[in-house]
């Protein structure tokens, strides 16, 4: 009979937030990301940082490329050249202000309204939480508290007593 022992170290911790998709530990700990759907540990910190890199790498490129074409599209048509008839009746060169200005300001509401949702809203270990509730036959109480800017994930869960969800039964 072969027996298994496996060696954790002292900084191991358990994934939380989906501790039936993961079930693993994980040696220091840092969060769960649903974008890779992995633990973020000390393991593979370097491959989640060299991704973060890459992504900006690429919102970067496709800003260049989006300012190049914008640009281009403004040179061929000749808007910098154009000119308006102001309130007193006069004609004014159109600079980059008035070429720019009705596409900008139209989303700026919806900015503002989701910087808003991201400070004050549920975080997404909420939203995963509450998705998998709706699937478990069992009953649970889920108490959402927006924690502050200051606290991180961990000071929050520490408040709560270690758990997202907790079983009343």
């Known amino acids: 009979m072969w027996l298994l022992f496996i060696i954790t170290p002292t900084l191991c911790n358990k994934c939380l937030i989906c501790t039936g998709v ?3 530990c994980v040696q ?3 969060h769960h990301c649903v974008w890779v759907n992995n633990c973020i ?4 910190t370097r491959y989640f940082l060299l991704y973060l890199l890459s992504v900006c790498a690429m919102a ?3 800003a260049v490329l989006t300012a190049d074409m914008l640009l281009q599209a403004v040179l061929r048509t000749g808007l910098l050249h154009s000119h308006y008839i102001d309130e007193q009746g006069e004609q004014q060169h159109a600079g980059p202000l008035i070429i720019i200005q009705p596409g900008h300001l139209e989303p700026l509401p919806l ?3 989701l910087l808003i949702l991201v400070n004050k809203g549920p975080r ?3 939203i995963i939480q509450l998705w998998n ?3 478990q036959p ?3 109480i889920m108490v959402l508290e927006c924690p502050s800017p200051g606290k991180d994930l961990w000071g929050f869960l520490e408040v709560c007593g270690g758990t997202l969800v907790e079983d009343i039964a």
């Open 22 to 24: 993961c079930n693993r």
């Open 111 to 113: 900015e503002v309204a």
């Open 60 to 62: 970067g490129n496709i």
């Open 28 to 30: 220091r700990f840092d």
């Open 124 to 126: 997404v270990p909420h």
């Open 138 to 140: 069992e009953h649970y």
């Open 41 to 44: 540990g000390a393991q593979n």
């Open 133 to 135: 509730w709706q699937d």
